[in-house]
């Protein structure tokens, strides 16, 4: 069992936007900052929003992160194939003194 | 080009041992902040353990506390794991990660392509 909370799958077509929620505690995304990870099939994560919603260099500006309270999201636009993957949030937690990932959410572009 | 490559793992037996490297390439090493997160086979990502960038500070997840070490050899550009009492659950690949600045809260935001460890008899 994860300490954030993340819906296991969803899907969706070609050009559509999609949103994946992530919900934690007043001990990690309540206090501190949210980091969302994108992991193709057989490859090694990648960051993807840092900040709750700051995009690295390279990263589209169809990906888009958001946090309020003890809950965040990542929302992807314009859904295109190649978007079909895994996708973890993930913050640190002050009580734990380690960082928490949520279990992952498997994106599938129908 | 900034790269992690990681090597170590294998197949050992439950109670044994074994130490993951992670070599580093193309930044300044000592400057930041490394970690280790693994991913059992069809499951989710789990952080591991991060060490600060003059190896001084150490966080450790409760459930490998007291059996894995991380450890840095910053003339060497290298990270390593030390795993002791090693358990079936800690069967995973590990990737090591480079965090973005000197600060144990920020993003990871280089990973290697990891190391396979199986824990079997």
């Known amino acids: 069992q994860s300490v954030l909370t993340q819906p296991p799958s969803t899907s969706g077509t070609p050009g559509q936007r999609v949103t994946i929620s992530c919900s934690g505690s007043?001990?990690?995304?309540?206090?501190?900052?949210v980091y969302w990870y994108q992991q193709l099939p057989g490859t090694a994560p990648k960051l993807l929003i840092y900040r709750n919603n700051q995009r690295p260099s390279g990263v589209p500006d169809r990906f888009s992160g958001s946090k309020s309270g003890t809950s965040a999201s990542l929302a992807i636009s314009g859904l295109r194939s190649e978007d079909e993957a895994d996708y973890y949030c993930?913050?640190?937690?002050?009580?734990?003194?380690?960082?928490?990932f949520g279990g992952g959410t498997k994106l599938t572009v129908l | 080009e900034v790269q992690l490559l990681e090597s170590g793992g294998g197949l050992v037996q439950p109670g044994g041992s074994l130490r993951l490297s992670c070599a580093a390439s193309g930044f300044t090493f000592s400057n930041y902040v490394m970690t280790w997160v693994r991913q059992a086979p069809g499951k989710g990502l789990e952080w591991v353990s991060g060490?600060?960038?003059?190896?001084?500070?150490?966080y450790y997840a409760d459930s490998v506390k007291g059996r894995l070490t991380i450890s840095r050899e910053n003339s060497k550009n290298t990270l390593y794991l030390q795993m002791n009492s090693l358990r079936a659950e800690d069967t995973a690949v590990y990737y090591c990660?480079?965090?973005?600045?000197?600060?144990?809260?920020?993003?990871?935001?280089?990973w290697g392509q990891g190391t396979m460890v199986t824990v079997s008899s």
């Open positions: 993930a913050a640190w937690d002050d009580s734990l003194s380690g960082w928490v």
């Open positions: 060490i600060s960038g003059s190896g001084g500070r150490t």
């Open positions: 007043s001990s990690n995304i309540g206090s501190n900052n």
């Open positions: 990660a480079k965090s973005s600045s000197s600060s144990p809260y920020d993003a990871f935001d280089i």
